[in-house]
């Protein structure tokens, strides 16, 4: 432990040496390298979540997409469990990202319809 302190003292000592532009500058060096590490994770976390909710919508999209267009264009109305039941949701329902990404993929489906009838 001592020989820690010794080397901190001495760098310590060396900075209070350099004049006031130099250890000014050396300091926003070292603020912006950390701010510069900072992005990166954020860039790849950022990244990461993208990748993931990519992934969730094209599982879903690939489970559930045949299932809705039989839905929309069918000519009869269902009801709520009759839908549930074409889709092959269970009692226990669905996760809420499922929720979102079926919403998402519905979406996709109702704006391609609509440009191809337009």
Do not use: C
């Amino acid at each position: 432990m001592s020989n820690l302190n010794f080397y901190r003292y001495y760098w310590e000592s060396h900075f209070h040496a350099y004049p006031f532009i130099i250890k000014t500058t050396v300091i926003l060096i070292m603020a912006l390298i950390v701010l510069y590490l900072l992005s990166l994770i954020r860039i790849f976390f950022i990244a990461y979540k993208q990748r993931k909710e990519y992934k969730r919508k094209e599982k879903i999209r690939k489970k559930y997409e045949s299932r809705i267009i039989n839905i929309l264009y069918d000519k009869h109305n269902m009801k709520a469990d009759q839908i549930n039941i074409n889709l092959g949701i269970g009692q226990k329902g669905l996760k809420s990202w499922e929720k979102v990404q079926i919403t998402n993929v519905l979406l996709d489906l109702i704006k391609k319809d609509e440009i191809k009838y337009s």
